[in-house]
């Protein structure tokens, strides 16, 4: 999404340098609007921005999304964890309890009168010896249950502390929600106003029109891995663009390449922002299929590169995964996973 302008790119080769020119000839419709340009030029310019904005509302969504997620498991781990531990309480308590039947059925005499008393000298000593023991045990009985019970009570803070990060998270979610919802209505509003030639004259100038297969060039992927994952991207070719969804019946820009790199049995952050970073950087010139291409500084869009100067991507609302040239956005950024 944002306004397509080319990016010169050293080290591809002619014919895709020929699909960058065409792609800026055709972003020119949706880039800076002349002082001289029709409302409906305006109206492009102002859909391109409002697409753009969804999109990095919409990676902050999922931001806050698997953040909410990651702290729904932690406080699923915690209550299990203040379960067991509950039950361990419990044990312990019962045994003390045993203990203490035990100890008061061997009665409350004083020892030295009781001994004096006693029939069997020898064997009320073996009973206060084994009184002795049961006091020890009960003792060290007692030391864990207590221990147990300041865990249980750092779990349970830990685990409230949890619940409230989480409910601010889903608050979070909600918000980024809206704001995205916010801007694909405008959109779709804004589009509405267009006449039917001007509607299907920006949605020539913003589609590539590319659904083949472009060859790998000079260089195939530079892992297995990364091959499979090209796979996993052509095989999603023409599915819808669904914000917030990665697949496989629809994906976002950032879904898309976590869930293409899934089928390849390697994990991914959910959003674009983390994915610049899943693995070393290299030269625009040296992107090899399955590269990790990032757009804008602040790493809002995200596509693959596929090779011959192009790239698979879930463009933006309406706009079905397809291939379009890699300078298609300024500022794209390689990754090599």
Not at 44 to 66: F, G, I, M, P, Q
Not at 128 to 137: F, K, M, P, Q, V
Not at 206 to 233: C, H, Q
């Given at each position: ?193 267009l006449t039917e ?31 499979a994952a090209v ?107």
């Amino acid at each position: 999404m944002g306004s397509h302008r080319r990016l010169a790119s050293p080290g591809f080769d002619r014919g895709a340098n020929a699909a960058l020119c065409v792609m800026s000839a055709a972003a020119a419709a949706l880039g800076v609007t002349p002082a001289t340009a029709a409302p409906q030029d305006d109206t492009r310019s102002k859909v391109d921005r409002l697409y753009e904005e969804a999109e990095k509302a919409t990676e902050a969504y999922n931001k806050a999304d698997e953040r909410a997620d990651g702290l729904r498991e932690q406080v699923n781990r915690a209550q299990d964890r203040i379960a067991r531990q509950q039950q361990h309480i419990n044990s312990k308590r019962d045994v003390l309890g045993s203990l203490a039947g035990a100890q008061y059925r061997s009665g409350g005499l004083d020892p030295s009168l009781a001994l004096l008393l006693s029939d069997d000298p020898e064997d009320y000593l073996d009973k206060a010896a084994a009184l002795a023991r049961i006091s020890a045990h009960q003792a060290g009985e007692l030391r864990e249950l207590q221990d147990a019970m300041r865990l249980l009570a750092q779990e349970r803070a830990e685990a409230a502390g949890k619940l409230v990060d989480l409910e601010k998270s889903r608050k979070a979610v909600a918000v980024h929600k809206r704001t995205v919802e916010r801007k694909l209505a405008e959109a779709r509003r804004l589009l509405n106003s267009l006449t039917e030639s001007d509607r299907a004259a920006y949605d020539r100038a913003s589609r590539s029109g590319r659904m083949d297969l472009p060859d790998f060039g000079s260089f195939g992927p530079a892992s297995g891995r990364a091959g499979a994952a090209v796979a996993a991207a052509r095989s999603a070719l023409g599915r819808p663009y669904i914000w917030g969804a990665n697949g496989p019946s629809g994906f976002d820009c950032s879904g898309l390449i976590q869930w293409s790199y899934a089928q390849a049995g390697v994990s991914l952050p959910r959003t674009s922002q983390g994915q610049r970073y899943a693995g070393h950087q290299v030269p625009l010139s040296e992107a090899r299929p399955g590269d990790v291409v990032t757009y804008r500084s602040d790493a809002s869009h995200v596509g693959m590169y596929m090779g011959n100067g192009q790239v698979i991507h879930a463009p933006y609302p309406g706009a079905p995964v397809r291939y379009d040239p890699v300078g298609m956005i300024p500022g794209a950024t390689v990754t090599r996973v």
